[in-house]
Each structure stands twice: as structure tokens, then as C-alpha cells.
């Protein structure tokens, strides 16, 4: 039996290959063997985008692995991000990568981001009984786990590796098939971004930074530009979104201009906390990235969380992934919710999760009770559905729907107008 191990690591951005060769670094994936890292530009249009190894300071993070493959080459003509495997497809498929990728009959263990992807779930599909290690890339990982995760690679995961965004937060990911939460230490992120760092120019001296939404308007772009020059800052620079379609920002230079602010658009999809290393920005702004909170609690700089409120009111389904970053972004500079994060955090995995998380049912209802909570973060309606404070009492549940109740109401309003 053959026993040589590869591990591939699947980062679909330079920022996700930061935080994987901080995990190396850190050494919290232990062993010996091959490291592969497995590129997958999942951008709408990868061909629009700078190649990986363009990136600056790609180079440094290239020496940390055997080598380094496209998934997009790969699976031609199919997108990363639309794209899985057939189950009767799965054995050809491994063979096809095998040989491929010069694996023989390793053993294979696999490095992910999100898991409820497409390329990581495919990956996981393909190598099958293959031991997974997941590092969580972001605030929205605190959360539940994301849609309906096959228990065959839920159960599979031995470990979810994170930053500690947060302090005193533990992410739930794929909690609920058992995989422990592991931190990142600060140091060993800093240290591979600070090698990045010497690759990057000292262009943030002084000026604020926008960070960029993977979003498809120059909208909420425009609102931070507008908070930043609202705080006295006449330069500043954009970093878009590696996914981005609006890279170019057309629309975000003309409103520059307008406010009478130096406006510089990096085009290079150059992982942010890079340039926090590499020149302390004067403020930065976004709405609820990773980049924010590793600002604020990695690197001590002052931030300004522009526009979750507008959005969250929005969000639907009520059980949207990004619910629980842009509470947390909310709720993190709010003194009387930061005072129990974890009572909030369980409040919410149960409200998008009750099947997934029914234990912390009465975490939630405490949570609740307690009244320190916006009544966005948690509508009447889905309360009610869920039997929880701050709902409509069951008794009263029917009155809506009563004809009585409604023209009572009407009655009511009429004498207060009168």
C-alpha cells in the first residue's frame, strides 16, 4: 500500500491562499508529504481578471508548495462556479485528475475554503473518502453551516481553521458534525502577509482605503467614498473585489471628482491585509468583508461600516449566509449587543438554522429575553413562527387574520386621527 500523502489546497483568491499558507505556517495541518496549491478563479468572467501569478507577492507564496494547479484548465469548457461532477462520473473523473495532476496512488487530503461551494464540493465529490480541512475565510463562517452539506464530506472534515475576527466568538461552521474550531495564530497571518507587503509600494500612507463588495453596482462603493470624504479624507484608494465585475469603476471616479477627492483604483487583486502591512491606511471602509474585521482586530485601525444597515433590511431568505456578517458588523461597534456576542450568535444560528442547530434553542430564547437586539436582526414574523420572544403571542397569532380584529383596528385608527 502506498503510503506517500498530497494534500491539495483549493483557494479560490489570493486572499484565500494567504490564509492557507498562514495555516502551514502555523502548522495546524500537520503530517508530511506534497503540498499542491489548486487555483479556481470563480469570477463571473475569469478571463477578465489578472492571472494568479501576477499577482506581487505571488512568488513568495508559490515557494510554500510543490506546485501549483489550475482547476479552471482542469474542468474546460464547464465555470468553477456552476459546475459538479455526476455521481456515475466520479471514478473516471478521479483517474482523469491522477493522472493529470501526477498524484499516482497517493493519499489525498484536501484543503477548502467554503464548503458549500461548488469547486470544494466537487473536489470533495471526486476524491472521495479523501480527509477534509476547511479554513474559514470570513465573518459569515461564524455563522450555521451553509444550505444542506452532504453528511459524507460533513463527516469527513476534521478540523475548520479561522482567524479570530472576533475575540471570544467561535465559528459554527460545521459544528454540527463535530469538526473543532482551530485559531490562526495572529502572528503566522501577519508573517506571510508581511512578505506580500514588501512586494506592495507604500501607496495607503495617509489615505483612506474602500474596501470592495463583491456586489454587481458602483452603489455602495459610492457611499463609502462619500463616508470617507465626509471624515476629512481627500485621498483614497479603492480596492476592488478579486470577483468584482466592476473593477474599473467608471462611476465611482466621476463621484470623486465631484466630492473634490484623490481617487486610486488598484488593479491588481492584491489581498488587503498586504497593504495594511505595508502602509497603515488612515481609515478604512466597507460594509461587512473579512477585510474590515481584520482591520479592526488584527491590525488596530479605525474603521467605518458604511451601508449593512440598508442591506440587512433587504436580505432575503430570512436564512441568507450573509445575514450573520452584517449583524456581527452591526452589533460588534453596538455596546449593549457586544456585551454577549455568543448569546447573539446562537440566537441567530437557531432563528436560520432550527433544524441544523436545535440545541441552542434555549441559548436563543434566553438571548432574547434579555431585549438587548435590534428588531431587524431578528423580524417579529420569524419569531413568531419559531415560538420565540419577541414574537406574537400564540394566542394572538390569528388576529391578522381575523375580519373582527382588522376592523376594530380600522375603528381605532380613525378615533386616534380624529
Not at 452539506?149 to 479561522?162: N, W, Y
Not at 467561535?170 to 501577519?190: C, D, T, Y
Not at 444597515?309 to 455596546?335: C, F, K
Request: glycine fraction near 8%; include cysteine.
Amino acid at each position: 500500500m502506498n503510503s506517500a500523502r498530497t494534500r491539495i489546497y483549493c483557494a479560490t483568491s489570493p486572499s484565500a491562499v494567504v490564509l492557507m499558507a498562514a495555516a502551514v505556517e502555523a502548522g495546524l495541518v500537520p503530517g508530511t508529504g506534497r503540498r499542491m496549491l489548486l487555483v479556481c478563479d470563480d469570477a463571473p468572467v475569469p478571463e477578465a481578471a489578472p492571472p494568479w501569478d501576477e499577482v506581487p507577492g505571488f512568488a513568495r507564496l508559490r515557494a510554500r508548495f510543490d506546485a501549483v494547479l489550475s482547476w479552471n484548465e482542469a474542468i474546460r469548457p464547464f465555470h468553477p462556479a456552476a459546475w459538479t461532477p455526476r455521481a456515475e462520473d466520479v471514478p473516471l473523473l478521479e483517474r482523469h485528475l491522477r493522472r493529470l495532476w501526477r498524484l499516482g496512488d497517493d493519499r489525498v487530503e484536501l484543503v477548502l475554503g467554503a464548503p458549500d461551494t461548488p469547486p470544494a464540493q466537487a473536489l470533495a465529490r471526486v476524491f472521495t473518502g479523501a480527509p477534509l480541512h476547511v479554513c474559514a475565510g470570513g465573518p459569515a463562517d461564524y455563522g450555521p453551516t451553509r444550505g444542506k452539506l452532504d453528511p459524507l464530506i460533513g463527516t469527513r472534515v476534521r478540523q475548520v481553521m479561522h482567524l479570530d475576527l472576533i475575540p471570544g466568538l467561535s465559528p459554527l461552521l460545521l459544528r454540527e458534525f463535530g469538526a473543532p474550531a482551530r485559531v490562526i495564530p495572529v502572528g503566522a497571518f501577519r508573517a506571510v502577509t508581511g512578505e506580500i507587503a514588501s512586494a506592495v509600494t507604500g501607496i495607503l500612507e495617509g489615505a483612506a482605503l474602500v474596501v470592495g463588495e463583491r456586489c454587481s453596482t458602483e452603489a455602495p462603493h459610492a457611499e463609502m467614498v462619500r463616508t470617507a470624504a465626509g471624515r476629512g479624507h481627500h485621498r483614497v484608494v479603492f480596492a476592488p473585489h478579486p470577483a468584482s465585475p466592476s473593477r474599473h469603476a467608471a462611476e465611482l471616479r466621476v463621484e470623486a471628482e465631484r466630492l473634490g477627492v484623490d481617487l486610486t483604483v488598484l488593479d491588481t487583486p492584491v489581498p488587503v491585509e498586504a497593504l495594511y502591512e505595508a502602509s497603515r491606511p488612515a481609515l478604512v471602509v466597507g460594509r461587512s468583508s473579512a477585510a474590515l474585521f481584520t482591520a479592526s482586530a488584527l491590525y488596530g485601525l479605525p474603521v467605518a461600516r458604511v451601508g449593512a444597515e440598508r442591506l440587512l433590511n433587504g436580505l432575503t431568505p430570512y436564512h441568507h449566509p450573509q445575514r450573520v456578517a452584517l449583524v456581527l458588523a452591526e452589533a460588534v461597534r453596538d455596546a449593549a449587543a457586544a456585551d454577549d456576542l455568543p448569546g447573539l450568535l446562537s440566537a441567530l444560528a437557531f432563528t436560520m438554522r432550527p433544524q441544523v442547530h436545535p440545541s441552542l434553542r434555549a441559548d436563543a430564547q434566553r438571548y432574547l429575553m434579555a431585549g438587548a437586539w435590534d428588531r431587524r436582526w431578528f423580524p417579529r414574523g420569524r419569531l413568531t413562527a419559531l415560538g420565540l420572544p419577541g414574537g406574537v403571542p400564540r394566542q394572538l397569532a390569528s388576529l391578522p387574520r381575523s375580519r373582527v380584529a382588522r376592523r376594530a383596528a380600522r375603528l381605532v385608527r380613525r378615533a386616534v386621527r380624529g
